[in-house]
Structure formats: C-alpha cells, structure tokens
DNA sequence: AATTCCTTCAACCGCAGGCGC
DNA sequence: TGCGCCTGCGGTTGAAGGAAT
C-alpha cells in the first residue's frame, strides 16, 4: 500500500510511473476506510462513495488544482468497471505479474475460464469486495467475481467477508470473558466454532476456532487440563435447571419440553455480554450432557481419583444396601443426578482437580464403571476429553473435548424411564461408533496422543518419583491402539416374558443396583480394554444378575473405560419395538451390565453387520 | 547476525445441507 | 428424484513473524 498525496498533475506523474513499472494494471483505489480525498473534480465526485477505479495511462481527468490522498493497492489480476461500463479485459497471466501477492497455480477456474487467484488478500481486492457488498448486500458471492471481475471464488470472497471485512468484526485479541466464554462453551457444545461465534458479538468461527486449536496446543504441551475446573462447574452451575429440564425429558415429552425450548431459546438469545455472563448463567444444557456437565461441575475428577471415587462407590454401595435401589431415583436422570451429588457432596473438595485431558490407566474399575454410568453423553466425559461429536459411519471421530454432543438429538438419548428390569436402556447417537486405528493418524489431529501423553503426566504425578521412569513407557499410542478396543454398549432387550414395551416400567421398579453387582465388574488393564460399538441391539442381562449402572450409558461415556460387555444378541422384535416407539430410526440399547464374559465382546473389528 | 524453532492466524479444502429446477 | 448451485461448517495447511539458540 503505497500512499501519495499529490496535487493532481503529479499524482498522474506517480501513477505513470507505477504504469511504468508494472505495466497495463489497474489501479484500485478505495475511497472507503483510509483513503480520502480532500477534493475531486466533477468526473470523479460521484464516485467518492466506494470502489473508485480507472486504469492507469487512460484518460481520466481531475481537476489540475485537485489534492488527492490515495491509498493505492495493485489489482493486476482484474477487469474494473469505469464509469458504468463493464470492460474484460484481456486476462493477465499469472507469470507476467510474479511479483503479485497470491497464488494463481492451480486455482479454479471461474466460469469465463478466468483463473481465479489464491492466497492473501489485497486491499484492493478487499476494497472491491466491500463495495460489492454495501451495493448488493451479503450472500450471492459467486456474483462477485462475475460482477466485479475480482478473481476470488465465492467461498473466499464469503470467507474474506465473514472474517475479515464485516464492519461489525471486533479487532483484537480475545478478551479473557471471551476466552472463558469459548471454554465454556466448548465444554458443552465441542467443536461448533459457527455457534460459539454466534453467540460471540464480532467474532468469527475462525477465530475461536484459532484460539481453541492454540489453546489446547499450549495446555497440550504443559499437560495442563483443558477445561479449569471453575469453568466447568459455571457451566453447569444451575443444577436445579438441569434437573427440571431432564426431567422432562425423561418423561419423554421432547419435542414439546418448554424447559428445552426456553433452554434453547435463552442461549441463542440471551443476548451474551461477555463483560457480565459467563455461561453458567446460561441454562442451555442439553439433556445429553446433563449429568456429565453436573458430574463435572462438582468438580469431579477425571481421571476420578481412586480415593474419591472409592468413596463415592462405597456411598453408593451403602445406599443401595439399604435400599436396593438408588434413593430418589424415580426414573429421573436428574434424580440419579442428584442423588449422586448427595452421594458425593462430602467430598466434592477431593472432586476438585484435573478435568482436562488425562484419562488414567491407573484402573480403578469400580470407579470408572460407575461414573461411566453417570455421564450418557459427554464429550470430555470419559476421559475429561475425548469426545465424538460426528458418529460417522464406523468411526468416532475423536475431537478435542468437549463435554457434549454438539448436534445431540436429544431425544437419543433418553434413557431411564420405563426400562425392564435389569435393564439400563440406552439410546447411542446415530451412526454406528468405534475406535478404528485412524483415530491415531496424522488427522487425528493428535488428540489421542495427546490423550495419552495427559494420562502418563496425571499417572507420572501421582506415582512416586521412582515409579515415573515406569510411568512414561507404561501406555504408548500403539499400545492403546493395540490392545484397545472400546466396548461400547451392545444390547438388546432380553426375550423376558415380559413382552411389553422396554418403557412401560419405570427405572424406579427395575433398577437394581447391587453392591455385589458392583463388585463384580472385573478388574480391568488396559490391554484387556475394548470397545464394541454396535447400534441397534441390546444386551441381555441374567436375571440374576443385576446391572451396575443406573440407567443411562451411551456408548462414548464407555470410552475408555473399563467395561467389556458379554456377548451381544439381538432381539428383532424388542428393537422393532423400540424403534416404534421412538417412531425414528433411533438406535437402542439395553445394557446390562452383569457378569458378562468379559473377553467375549467382538471387537470393533469383527463388528457384525446391520 | 544467522539459523532454527515455535506460534499465530489467514486462507484453503472437502463435505454436507438447503434450495431451485 | 436427481442434479447443480450456493452456502456454511469444521479441519487443516502454510506463510509470516517472533522467540530462542
């Protein structure tokens, strides 16, 4: 950007000369912004608005006593508009203008064949993208290149737009609410850059996105967690909020649950003041996340932490002692909810710790069972972080933590009420999920890598000091990858007498959770971990045995845990059965949780075909 | 001062959904 | 229903600049 300020006769001088130089460009300049213009004759008055061009070396006239701040930019690559008239100019080639900033190897081509250029962004270029669109509006960018002779496609003319030129754009940096707001918010929606933006006045998806891929680089490197404890307990700070809304959904009436939609409608239009609201305030929860958000914001530990966790089971196995079932589980997540928070509220100090990445090896069964039967469908659940927000066919895509589903279908993941006995009902996300080597390649953006290389720091920090050298050769990438498979719940319902619908009893008469039962799940290693995901289908529980898990798994809350699930049948009927009730092509599954062949789950790899 | 490494961020790419024909 | 176009989204890349050596 050259800036020259002339009187006219020897702006036409300058202008020569750069005509000189450059050869038969075009000369952009921008009356918007910082150029100016202290006087004009009559030919260019009318055009003090936006987008002046004129061609160097051709006849435009100012007036001789005229004094003219310009902003120049170099648009060699286009045909401009003069004075009305539309001129094609021959195409300038690429190799004739080396020197220009861009790329023009290889690009698409418009429809005129005209080749359309890559890379940065000129001012020029810019400028002529803002007066197309303060002429014609947003949207329609495939017109700008046709209308304006700017070689962009419309995708980088769009994107230049969203994320650069919107006059509403904040400029900066992000401020710390901001900051804590994406946390926030990526704690519960994951990856949905698009949403947070919207909900983030002047800033683009790209720059959150930005921030959070930098973010996770950095805390990556310093094994700090991703998600500071105090950002996930704001984040689910109205516990009261929650339960109401699960509630309902638990009683099944989704699509009409007000509390969802004022849930829904209160987020995307609270108006968020990044100043005052932290998102705490905000009462959208899905219901998918609920009880991971809640578990999180009492600070619970993941990694759980042995101690705390043991306590927690033991609560848990006292409680169920002395009443078979959960005290005040009636069919409500949110009940479960609360009871595990009464269950935990004595040691939520102990809760308080790593939430980020760090999914510990260091087994504790028990634990990781039972708190992966609290959290149905959590993002960083698990393992504080992994997460699956897309089930593609086959695959989890394994994001970077989120504490949700972004685009939960809530009423997937109902669970708990009505289910037969000995049943834990659970409903996995669509598409099919597993834990397929390509979570471990170069795309994968090294999540998992990162995932272990969080659990070996958590595991090395909390081993003695001569443990450590142990510590960090204990899990490698491949040996996750190796002798990893995640089970992931496999059901169906079981062919009982009782043939009525999986919903027609409720959680609170079926529901048994046994301390025995608790005991019974197997100690784990990892290498005896695996993860099945099949969809569709149900596990059968023995009557005789009772299910550890009160009532809502999904499949991803099982990553990483401990948990292999007996062999899997399905029943065709029962999941006809569900699938009508449900009255969508929804996958089921019943998961108990007894005492399974732990080695007989398939792998993901022999998964059977639907 | 030169080189390497690291961080940041603008921009590209592929994909998917919506829409009109 | 299929096709093409447009738009939006999320993942990824690579250039630029700063920090470290």
Redesign the pocket.
């Given at each position: 950007m050259l800036k020259i300020k002339s009187n006219w006769g020897r702006s036409r001088d300058i202008l020569s000369h750069f005509h000189s130089i450059f050869g038969n460009l075009f000369l952009y300049c921008s009356l918007s912004g910082s150029f100016e213009v202290s006087s004009a004759s009559a030919p260019f008055s009318d055009s003090l608005g936006m987008g002046l061009q004129f061609r160097v070396g051709e006849g435009f006239s100012i007036g001789p006593s005229s004094s003219i701040v310009i902003w120049l930019g170099f648009l060699n690559m286009c045909s401009v508009k003069n004075d009305g008239d539309t001129e094609r100019l021959p195409k300038e080639q690429p190799d004739s203008s080396p020197n220009d900033e861009?790329s023009w190897s290889?690009s698409?081509t418009a429809g005129e064949g005209v080749v359309l250029?890559?890379?940065?962004?000129t001012s020029a270029e810019d400028a002529i993208l803002i007066d197309f669109v303060k002429k014609h509006g947003e949207?329609?960018?495939?017109s700008v290149q046709r209308n304006t002779g700017l070689r962009r496609c419309?995708?980088?003319c769009?994107?230049?737009w969203a994320?650069?030129l919107r006059p509403e754009l904040k400029k900066g940096?992000l401020t710390q609410e901001e900051e804590e707001f994406i946390i926030q918010m990526h704690a519960k929606v994951g990856?949905?850059?698009?949403?947070m933006a919207a909900l983030l006045p002047g800033r683009t998806?790209?720059?959150i996105?930005?921030?959070w891929?930098?973010r996770i680089?950095?805390l990556q490197?310093a094994g700090l967690p991703l998600y500071p404890p105090s950002s996930i307990c704001s984040g689910a700070s109205n516990e009261n909020q929650l339960i109401q809304i699960d509630s309902e959904f638990c009683n099944g009436d989704i699509e009409n649950s007000g509390v969802l939609h004022e849930a829904m409608n209160e987020m995307q239009e609270f108006g968020f003041d990044p100043c005052k609201t932290t998102i705490g305030q905000v009462s959208y929860v899905p219901l998918s996340d609920i009880h991971s958000t809640f578990l999180l914001s009492q600070g619970l530990e993941w990694p759980y932490t042995r101690s705390l966790l043991n306590q927690g089971v033991n609560d848990i196995k006292r409680n169920i002692e002395s009443e078979t079932c959960l005290p005040g589980y009636h069919g409500s997540l949110g009940s479960f909810v609360s009871t595990f928070k009464e269950l935990t509220s004595g040691h939520s100090e102990s809760m308080y710790g790593n939430l980020g990445l760090g999914y510990s090896y260091d087994a504790d069964p028990d634990m990781k069972n039972l708190l992966s039967c609290s959290i149905p469908d959590s993002h960083a659940l698990s393992h504080g972080n992994f997460s699956a927000s897309r089930h593609s066919a086959g695959t989890v895509k394994l994001?970077l933590p989120s504490l949700q589903c972004?685009d939960t279908n809530y009423s997937n993941w109902i669970t708990c009420s009505d289910a037969p006995p000995h049943y834990i009902h659970v409903q996995s996300p669509p598409g099919n999920v597993s834990f397929m080597p390509d979570c471990a390649s170069?795309?994968?953006?090294g999540l998992l890598e990162a995932l272990v290389q969080e659990s070996q720091t958590i595991n090395c920090g909390k081993k003695q000091p001569s443990e450590k050298s142990s510590c960090s050769s204990a899990i490698t990438l491949s040996d996750m990858m190796e002798s990893t498979t995640v089970n992931f719940c496999t059901a169906e319902w079981e062919e009982t007498s009782d043939q009525r619908s999986p919903f027609s009893q409720s959680v609170d008469e079926h529901a048994q959770i046994t301390s025995n039962s608790l005991e019974e799940i197997p100690p784990t290693a990892t290498s005896d971990t695996k993860m099945v995901v099949e969809q569709d289908s149900t596990i059968s529980t023995p009557d005789n045995q009772s299910s550890h898990c009160p009532g809502f798994l999904r499949p991803d809350a099982l990553l990483g845990s401990n948990w292999n699930l007996r062999d899997s049948r399905r029943t065709k009927e029962n999941s006809d059965s569900f699938l009508a009730l449900q009255g969508e092509d929804l996958s089921s599954a019943v998961v108990s949780l007894d005492s399974c062949p732990w080695n007989s789950m398939p792998s993901i790899y022999q998964l059977p075909e639907h």
């Open positions: 861009g290889g698409p250029k890559k890379g940065p962004w949207g329609n960018w495939n419309g995708k980088s769009r994107l230049r994320n650069h940096a990856n949905k850059w698009a949403r998806d790209n720059e996105k930005n921030f891929n930098t680089k950095r490197r994001e972004p170069p795309r994968s953006n």
